[in-house]
């Protein structure tokens, strides 16, 4: 318990996170934790909070929300299963009322796939949700049942009895292929009349007369001292020597989407970092993620169609210090949002590739269109989001993502797309790039992803008319290149246009706003294009067209505030 | 077929929304689409698009975010087995990709707790995802296994038998408690040997010569017709006569907590209309739900801790056209967010409450926190965001969401808060209160829900340094109050502290920089409070303050716009 940092040591999640006052307690009977400590419990600044958080060195993820320890064990299983072949066991704490999620399902699936023998799950079957009875009660033969169809060893144990307990134990410890769920029958409150086995107390501490008598019930103050055996002390698993980093590199006079884009950096990554990890939700052939699957398969976890279980896996990948990948359509990452919000909460270096953004994927139709990531991926506490329009510039920010931290989001394309820049040119993170330029530009576009293109043809038209356009390239979204924008924008009179294939709210557009304003903003007036109907079928260029963000919709946004200028001016 | 709005009608989810051809083709030989129609597949303006979308009036539902269509299926089931009594089945065919998303094994799980004999599940199981074998690949007997192991009945058949088929679905049809599921052995591409069980034809057309070759093989061209058998013609079940609206009034001098507002408003909403529904995951004795569930049992439905499965019942439940209100904690509506996203797609009206949103819920942490809400449900289009701070205001408010179509989304608050409003007052949607407001204010402090309560403690803060300020309660997020907030900015000079309980994205302060902002901007000087590092445990009040939206940071941001003023005057 003294070496939270050896490689050996085993992992235990508390899925069921509102336990933490059992985890809390049993670091302090370990000895790592003081009485002064405990009692900070739930206090402004304390690590001891409410739900566990890792600003514990004992815990390796944010847990709270239900459903979650479970598939980011099986992430940490998997790295001690196939990349460091370590002799680390993952335990996993899980409430019976959190079995009702999905996520868990999707565990319960992988791990068999995968064979994870080196995890095992304690449910605590205790019966009682928040609210009442959960679905299945004591019924610890339909969970053991459940478990076994999913290919997982099952126990069903009396969790009050300690010789079962530790019976138990041994069992799961043997050497198996197949993961372990002991289904332990336990009594909430045992022991302490006032709530044993009763509803309405789920949350609720006891006053101090009920906590004496509660004490005496249990047999009076204790002052338990455990001490855990240590495995032997590890170093991290050496790592191959890594490779030089080379992208591939797009000539100028081709179209290249940036999915592939992405597919062909990350395979040149994984040669160059040998720390990198790749997962995807069966949609590899359309990230283009199977690029790094082909290159290092030693390397690539392919996990199905269960989003959430994807990016869990990601973060339990980060638990062991690998720097994982994780890609599909970005339509679909909405899917793992609460799991994205509470790799925020647990600090996890991981990257998120959402390819098929927009309108622009054409005949699919709406419920394969990202028209929502860029405002969930903002909203993320300390991400980074990112939005290639070319495919070295792609190539460029995939790099990038590897050395960034938090949750670090790239949006892709589908259609291919020109390429705009040489392979050469440098990408900073926060930046942006004025693509058009001249001394007497009237108005400034700013785009990102596909919409530059069409922010450059709009700029073709508009010169036509002799109206002068810069156009910038926001390919950074979040932290957004406010000092590059503003300038942009003062420089053309406060006039700009604002285009993205994403719906207005939360994306680009209000990225822009948040850039000019504040305490001494950039007086601008502002037309926002965005995907403001319900899309449907069609081709890339009808659809862009429907939405408003094609060349002639940005041009004709651009007369208009010209215009307006005009009118002002009389 | 020709009366697709015959409420005994049995309903058909694609889950696997990708099988659309088959689907449209059906419809076709079923004699309701021309060919023409079907000619017009993935074109634009068709309502045959890629994935299935309720613009044709045999589909109930948008699919193809996979792992939907059996949750929205139980929804529509729960309607008929408990709420109309009715006679029709619901049908679902899945993929064996989908079997990947947890969400499949949550509609499962409750489908066998509700006793959903009425939903029979078709399991296409041909072995092939998009990009290589399925995890099951043609086992059979493990899918059986699984949802023998969930409570469901299961039959294993070769898809390919019309005999074994319709023996499968009288089975299915048979009187029992228990949902069924009917295992499909199928050959993907089956009698087509150019794609016959091959890998790497997902998605992909086949070109003029292998398409003739192909029908060549399949028998040549046929014109097949289909007569459906028609089920009795039914009327909508007639509800029970509603009640007037008596929503519930809470005293000026007293303090309550707008989600028990919510919950006292359901109920009452629920007396005066027959038509409304509940559902909740697990946390009703939070959200409040319990008021409605306890008057009303027979329309409120326990969804336990599943997400998911709870939009969709909802969605499934506004298929036959009642008024579903789904609650929860804001922070796990993010675990539905694909969910939403796709109840926008399906064109669907349900009313969801996220509660315990921002850092003021105190001491349960970060992982119980809504920060991201605002940012989610403004980025579903067409939607509807509500924010009250106040109970008598959010019971209006609760009111008149089941007006409102689209997704309509109420934000309530954990703490008590001091009621501001009589329960007279009138909220219309789109609006905003001005609570405090003199012809001198040199300032606007724009705030919704628990923010507005500091805000006001900021004004009498303010006004005591002999600084007049304008307080404005944003409680309409969405469609915002533009008009109303461009006044009070341009009454206060154009002074403005933006103040939310949510991070800095996507939420309040880009919804007032949107409204602020346009061709013709008003030119404002503005501090947005929000959360911008991540929080912990503490009281309430800690956490507000550290987040710095207490009162003292807005008077402080007020003073420091102000003394910008100043030195801009010198």
Redesign the interface.
Known sequence: MSHPENPNNDHLIFSK?HASPLLYAMLKAAGVISDAELLSY?????PL???P?P?LPWVDV??????QGLPVGVGIALSGKYLEKAPYRVWVLLGD??M???????AF??AR?TKLGNLIAILDMNRL????Q??LGWDSA?YA??A????WRALEIDGHDPAAISGAYAEALGASDAPALIVARTVKGKGVSLVEDKDGWHGKALDEAQCAKAIEELGGMRDIVIEPEAPAPGEPAPRPTAGPLRLPVYERSTAVATRKAYGDALKALGAARAELVAVDA?????TFA?EFAKAHPDRYF?M???E??MVAAAVGLSVRRWSPFASTFA??L??A??FL??A??S?ADIRVCGSHAGVSIG??????MG??DL??M?????STVLYPCCANQAARLVAAMADQKGIVYLRTTREKTPILYDATEAFPIGGSKVLRETPHDRVTIIAAGITVHEALKAHAELEASGLSARVLDAYGI?PIDAAGIRAAVQATAGNAVVVEDH?A???L???V??A??????V??????LAVRE?P????PA??LR?AGLDASSIAGAAK??LS?DARRAR
Chains 1, 2 share one sequence.
Do not use: Y
């Open positions: 996170g739930r206090r402004f600044g304390s909070q409410g739900h958080v600003t944010a847990t709270g929300s239900l459903g009322s959190e009702s999620e999905g996520s868990i399902w999707e699936d992988h796939h949700g928040q609210r009442g959960t679905p339909a049942a459940r076994r169809a999913f290919g069966e949609v590899n052939n359309s199977e392919e199905f169609i269960s959430q279980q339509a679909f909405t899917r949002h609460d919000r509470m925020a909460v600090r005949e699919d139709g709406p419920s394969q028209l929502e405002a969930m903002r909203a993320v506490h300390g979040k719906w709210e939360g994306g557009g209000d990225a706003l948040e000019l304003a504040g305490e001494e903003p007086v601008a007036r502002v037309i926002h319900m449907g079928s069609g081709t009808e659809l429907a208009r505030l307006g």
